[in-house]
């Protein structure tokens, strides 16, 4: 999993760099996985991201 970059700094991304992301689309093309780029992310994932915001404010 890689993280983007983003320009501000209480911001983060998490992207799980699938080939199809970012696809921008508003369905998912993909057949096999739909939705992995959402449903991959675990939510201990996120919520790690968000301590780490935390201690930046």
Do not use: H, Y
């Not at 983007?4 to 991304?13: A, D, G, Q």
């Not at 991959?40 to 201690?55: N, S, Y």
């Amino acid at each position: 999993k890689e993280e983007t970059l983003t320009l501000n700094p209480r911001k983060k991304v998490l992207n799980l760099n699938l080939p199809c992301s970012p696809c921008g689309k508003k369905m998912c093309p993909r057949k096999d996985k739909p939705l992995e780029c959402l449903e991959g992310i675990e939510p201990d994932e996120v919520l790690l991201a968000m301590k780490q915001l935390e201690k930046k404010v």
